[in-house]
T-cell receptor, first 112, second 115 residues
Framework: GNSVTQMEGPVTLSEEAFLTINCTYTATGYPSLFWYVQYPGEGLQLLLKATKADDKGSNKGFEATYRKETTSFHLEKGSVQVSDSAVYFCALSVGNFNKFYFGSGTKLNVKP | EAQVTQNPRYLITVTGKKLTVTCSQNMNHEYMSWYRQDPGLGLRQIYYSMNVEVTDKGDVPEGYKVSRKEKRNFPLILESPSPNQTSLYFC??????????????FGEGSRLTVL
């Protein structure tokens, strides 16, 4: 089946620290991979995406590379800010994009 | 302003009392979907709709109904709510083109508590 596994949170970092949030997946077929972000009290927003192996998605200083050999799509940022505090969801979709599968979310707390 | 609007945002109800959570989008999107968010489980898809009068089950449809009589509206109906349906619910919409890039537009969520 299709599923996404994320590292447990919360992750607490100091401002300007390096961030990694791990994400691995299983999929029937060739998935597209996504990271969504949920700020407090809001719905989810697409952060970045990658549609094929070795693609790197990037946005707002965040990056993730589609690794087919390790079935992973880890989220990274070189220097986090307090404003990055949110819940981050890894997700995948296969085929015609009617269904999306989300991980359990990882809460990031960034302290000044 | 382009948006997905859910109502109510918060609701406390009792077991067995029918309720409807409304979802409306003003972006003329063909695709709409409902998710529930539970701690440790992330978002799970309940139902989705490709267009008016076209709906299909997601991964956790039991206990829920939906309808799509108009393009802009996609209500979620709990005919006989139970405590295990206590959750945070999100509605999302998209176009085929946006969906292929992963772009789902989410509402702000509806927190439902069933006693």
């Amino acid at each position: 089946g299709n599923s996404v596994t994320q590292m447990e949170g919360p992750v607490t970092l100091s401002e300007e620290a390096f961030l990694t949030i791990n994400c691995t997946y299983t999929a029937t077929g060739y998935p597209s991979l996504f990271w969504y972000v949920q700020y407090p009290g809001e719905g989810l927003q697409l952060l970045l995406k990658a549609t094929k192996a070795d693609d790197k998605g990037s946005n707002k200083g965040f990056e993730a590379t589609y690794r087919k050999e390790t079935t992973s799509f880890h989220l990274e940022k070189g220097s986090v800010q307090v404003s990055d505090s949110a819940v981050y969801f890894c997700a995948l979709s296969v085929g015609n994009f009617n269904k999306f599968y989300f991980g359990s979310g990882t809460k990031l707390n960034v302290k000044p | 302003e382009a948006q997905v609007t859910q109502n109510p945002r918060y609701l406390i109800t009792v077991t067995g009392k029918k309720l409807t959570v409304t979802c409306s989008q003003n972006m003329n999107h063909e695709y709409m979907s409902w998710y529930r968010q539970d701690p440790g489980l992330g978002l799970r898809q309940i139902y989705y709709s490709m267009n008016v009068e076209v709906t299909d089950k997601g991964d956790v449809p039991e206990g829920y109904k939906v309808s799509r009589k108009e393009k802009r509206n996609f209500p979620l109906i709990l005919e006989s709510p139970s405590p295990n349906q206590t959750s945070l619910y999100f509605c999302a919409s998209s176009t085929p083109r946006d969906r292929s890039t992963g772009e789902l537009f989410f509402g702000e969520g509806s927190r439902l508590t069933v006693l």
